[in-house]
């Protein structure tokens, strides 16, 4: 494979690394890992990426939604419990007012 610019949304090296000369400290060819092609070994990795960050990404999403419906929970009781007290006064003023209606009849 000569040369050939990977995916885009595949990593590239920008730096190169060199090593000590030590055959056991230098790391394998992409293609002599465990005798799998480039397409394989990228195809793989982003598997393992893909699952990771869906986890993750799942995780940090539920954790938000908790905190959110933590702190909204005490700003809803407080508006539902003013709307119910304006309606059930309402409500009073209203039976009041027809009481004294029927009264007067």
Do not use: C
């Not at 939604?65 to 009073?92: C, M, N, W």
């Amino acid at each position: 494979m000569p040369n050939r610019t990977p995916p885009r949304y595949v990593p590239t090296l920008t730096e190169v690394i060199k090593t000590s000369g030590d055959p056991v400290a230098a790391p394998a060819p992409a293609g002599a890992v465990a005798g799998l092609s480039q397409e394989q070994l990228i195809h793989r990795v982003m598997q393992r990426v893909d699952l990771t960050l869906e986890r993750r990404l799942r995780e940090a999403v539920a954790a938000v939604v908790l905190e959110q419906t933590r702190a909204l929970g005490p700003l809803l009781r407080d508006e539902i419990e003013s709307v119910v007290r304006e309606t059930v006064a309402q409500a009073f003023a209203d039976e009041a007012s027809a009481a004294g209606r029927r009264v007067q009849k």
